[in-house]
């Protein structure tokens, strides 16, 4: 039987043109917010949709700008040191404060330390004063009837006393957008911790919605709707009447359950399904109502994506601001980046200040992969029509983080233990100012980023399979004119992790070559993945006999996450990982798991601090209960020679 599908080949328009074409639609339709009244204090962050004029002037009188005394100049004239003027109270001067109203009958103010106070209650000047010294004349802030605000503008802190000063209590101002949130999708479910196979955590109307409150909206979040058409159109029809603008989130491609396109065309106008930008490349531009209505891609990363670079801009037009742009920065880009020629690319980067250089190293680029955006300092616009880009190159990021966030980052690349987040989370403890950024690239991928000076220090466990011994014969080889420092870590339990129960009896290496046995790997140039070469290759067995030898992921928890759900039967890894996991753990092999860092770095801030949570009570106490670590020369620090 012929499976009939709503397949529909997706437009590929520029972001640029996209924009273009849907604004001015929505200019055309003629959507604009309602006024709201609302009194002053409350107005901040809102826009202003008429002009706002000064009641009154402030200061509304003539006052005192200093704590001294009031009088008429003329009576000051020609006091000098040698020649003072004597003055009496009331007759010639007035006591006053800041703020006081000036008598009618002066027109100066001399500040308390310029008076020399007599004993018979008179005073005595030797310097005279100028007329209209010290007085804040009325209207010197603003005059009744200036204009404090023109139209359509934010209403910042300072703008909320200059209406208050003003004589102004309530401001008109344009009603907050209401955004409607859709989550769809059969597979997606509120927020639980226990999800079962196939369900998926509803969480992009929550980014969305923290997005929208960022830029001045305010955001419905509607009830999940199923992959049924109808009930998607009644969802919209309904967001429609009570919004001013939708996000329908997932079912934006072009798949058997994907509706968004269908339903949002059948009550409205779809302008636009599929734009050349990755990710977000079936995003959907349509009117219902003269409603906006954004088909945002299911994908998280997708949905930032497209929140950030076109949902913004519609919000932008509608709120009539302008959102200021990304801070720009000039980095230097640590390894190639390959990108397709069909599509403006923006990838996700991470930052860090190595030897006085701006050093941007890509993040994984999955669409699903949400953390990306936690981890990134940056994002890299990658143009239309251009196949890559070459490592080494100077590149402009768009920041994401503060620039004093990316200055103080201790770069770490290479091999990954959990250990590492118990570092960063012990520096933070230490000093909130400081930040731990770690790149699980394995053991060689840090070696070579060492080499490259993009990284402060590199975890390594690197075993020498002639000598058993760990990682210093490799600086010796990588780094042959020296300069590089062995920080000794810990000894740590190398071994096959199984779900508790060990269900198919797996006792060694040999095991894992058996029917119906399923391994899980790590990366090439992982330390573990080498160890686990170096003992199959000891034991004579051979790596096509293992069955899942070329799946690979790239940390010791991803492993033992794999093991657990259940997709794999055994792998190997550490101790913690598979205690974090509750998994059960077939010890092989002890490894010494180091930091190299260069000499030159040894003296920094940050790699003290490092070092000095190194070998704190505190690191111990977790390390142990982590379990599988022993720590006999931990923070040991050993120069290496030159050959
Ligand atoms: N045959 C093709 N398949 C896909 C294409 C394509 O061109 N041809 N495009 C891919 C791209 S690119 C993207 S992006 C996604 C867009 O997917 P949809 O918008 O149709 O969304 P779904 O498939 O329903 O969901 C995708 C994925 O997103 C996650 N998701 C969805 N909703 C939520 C939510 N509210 N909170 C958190 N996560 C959510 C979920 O992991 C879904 O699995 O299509 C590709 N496919
Ligand atoms: O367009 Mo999708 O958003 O590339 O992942």
Redesign the pocket.
Same mark, same amino acid.
């Given at each position: 039987m012929e499976v009939k599908t709503n397949y529909k080949y997706?437009e590929n328009i520029s972001l640029e043109e996209a924009l273009e074409k849907y604004i001015r639609k929505i200019n055309e339709s003629g959507l604009i917010l309602g006024k709201e009244e609302i009194p002053v204090e409350e107005s901040y962050g809102r826009i202003t949709c008429e002009g706002v004029f000064a009641n009154i002037s402030s200061p509304h009188y003539s006052a005192s700008a200093m704590d001294g005394i009031s009088l008429m100049a003329n009576k000051t004239f020609g006091a000098t040191p040698t020649t003072p003027v004597i003055l009496k109270e009331i007759d010639d001067f007035v006591w006053l404060d800041t703020g006081d109203p000036l008598p009618s009958n002066c027109d100066a103010v001399v500040m308390v330390e310029d008076v020399i106070k007599l004993k018979d209650g008179s005073i005595q000047l030797i310097s005279s004063a100028t007329p209209w010294q010290h007085i804040r004349q009325i209207g010197e802030d603003i005059c009744a009837g200036e204009m404090i605000l023109p139209s359509n503008s934010k209403i910042e802190a300072a703008s909320i006393g200059a209406m208050l000063a003003g004589g102004v209590l309530k401001v008109k101002v344009w009603e907050k957008p209401i955004i409607g949130l859709i989550?769809? #999708?059969d $597979?997606?479910v509120a927020p639980k911790d226990n999800p079962k196979e196939g369900e998926?955590? $509803?969480?992009? =109307?929550s980014i969305f919605s923290a997005m929208i409150r960022g830029w001045g909206g305010k955001s419905i979040t509607y009830k999940i709707i199923g992959d049924k058409l109808e009930l998607i159109k009644e969802g919209l029809a309904k967001a429609a009447q009570e919004c001013h603008m939708i996000v329908l989130?997932?079912? =934006? =491609?072009?798949?058997r359950d994907?509706y968004s396109a269908k339903a949002i065309g059948d009550l409205g106008e779809v302008i636009a399904h599929g734009i050349s930008i990755k990710? #977000?490349?079936?995003t959907i531009l349509g009117v219902i109502n003269k409603k906006p209505v954004i088909g945002v891609? #299911?994908?998280?990363v =997708?949905g930032i994506i497209v929140m950030e670079k076109l949902f913004k801009r519609v919000l932008q037009t509608m709120q009539k601001v302008e959102f200021p742009p990304n801070q720009e920065k000039q980095a230097i880009l640590s390894r190639p980046i390959m990108s397709t020629l069909k599509y403006k690319e923006f990838v996700r980067m991470k930052l860090g200040v190595v030897d006085e250089k701006l050093v941007a190293t890509p993040l994984n680029r999955g669409?699903?992969v949400v953390t990306s955006f936690v981890k990134a300092d940056g994002i890299l616009e990658i143009p239309l029509n251009l196949e890559g880009i070459e490592a080494g190159s100077k590149i402009t990021v768009q920041l994401l983080k503060d620039e004093s966030v990316i200055k103080n980052t201790l770069v770490a690349i290479g091999s990954h233990d959990p250990l590492l987040d118990t570092i960063y989370d012990l520096m933070r403890k230490k000093d909130y100012k400081k930040h731990l950024s770690s790149a699980h690239v394995g053991s060689m991928g840090g070696i070579m980023a060492i080499k490259r000076g993009e990284a402060h220090l590199a975890a390594v466990h690197l075993l020498d399979e002639r000598s058993g011994v760990y990682n210093s014969s490799f600086i010796k080889k990588y780094f042959p004119k020296g300069g590089i420092t062995l920080v000794k870590g810990v000894k740590r339990l190398q071994g096959l992790m199984t779900v508790k129960g060990n269900p198919k009896g797996i006792k060694n290496l040999q095991d894992m070559t058996r029917d119906g046995v399923v391994y899980v790997n790590r990366q090439k140039g992982s330390g573990t993945r080498i160890l686990l070469d170096y003992l199959l290759a000891c034991d004579g067995i051979k790596t096509d006999s293992i069955y899942g030898y070329e799946r690979e992921e790239f940390t010791h928890m991803a492993v033992a996450a794999q093991i657990a759900s259940g997709s794999a039967d055994t792998g190997l890894g550490i101790f913690s990982a598979a205690n974090i996991y509750n998994l059960n753990f077939i010890p092989l092999y002890e490894e010494e798991y180091d930091f190299i860092i260069p000499e030159r770095f040894l003296e920094l801030e940050d790699v003290q601090n490092f070092l000095e949570i190194l070998t704190s009570k505190e690191f111990e106490k977790i390390l142990k209960t982590m379990g599988g670590y022993k720590l006999e020369q931990i923070g040991q620090i050993h120069r290496m020679d030159v050959n």
């Open positions: 997706l989550p769809t #999708g $597979e997606i998926i955590i $509803e969480f992009n =109307s989130n997932a079912g =934006s =491609s072009a798949g994907d990710p #977000g490349k079936p891609p #299911g994908y998280p =997708s669409a699903g």
